[in-house]
């Protein structure tokens, strides 16, 4: 059986939706893999859900509003006929709408949001946080290219102008 795997991206405002077909791990076909399936494939996941996760071990069987889902991913059972939805670049966005009010969830995964404070992902996670940071060299280096292009496009959009109005003066 396949499954969609729903989650509020609350960085982006979105929905985000997984489908199982995409995880190689899951050849059970069994809700209660998912958990172990998804820790099996980190990249995938912090792909789709644009963060890093820590996954819980079961499943939690109780319905729960999807509204109100906060640090859970929802699991929808989906037919084996439908062709396999993507989450990279598609928007799915409609379409999921639709699919969440026309269908029951089966159960769901807590989700816990991973803060590291050490190492290379901290910086990572700082400069994602500050991408133009006025202290750094080459956001400085970048913005003084910026206006340099700037001026030299003023320059040239002048002596256009000016081209272009000497030669309707002549005529």
Not at 32 to 55: C, H, K, N, S
Not at 82 to 99: P, Q, T
Request: charged share 25%; net charge neutral; proline share 5%.
């Amino acid at each position: 059986m396949r499954f969609l795997l729903t989650f509020h991206c609350v960085a982006t405002g979105q929905w985000r939706c997984l489908d199982t077909a995409l995880l190689p791990d899951l050849r059970s076909g069994r809700a209660e893999d998912l958990p172990a399936a998804l820790r099996g494939e980190p990249d995938l996941v912090m792909r789709w859900l644009l963060g890093r996760y820590e996954i819980a071990d079961m499943l939690i069987p109780e319905t729960i509003d999807p509204m109100a889902q906060g640090g859970l991913v929802t699991i929808y059972a989906l037919g084996a006929n439908r062709s396999v939805i993507g989450f990279e670049n598609a928007y799915n966005g409609a379409w999921l709408e639709m699919f969440l009010l026309e269908n029951q969830p089966l159960g769901h995964i807590a989700i816990r949001k991973v803060f590291s404070l050490s190492g290379a992902m901290a910086k990572l996670e700082e400069r994602a946080a500050r991408p133009l940071h006025p202290s750094d060299a080459a956001c400085r280096l970048t913005v003084s290219r910026i206006i340099e292009h700037r001026q030299i496009l003023g320059k040239q959009y002048k002596t256009d102008a000016g081209r272009t109005a000497a030669f309707v003066e002549k005529v």
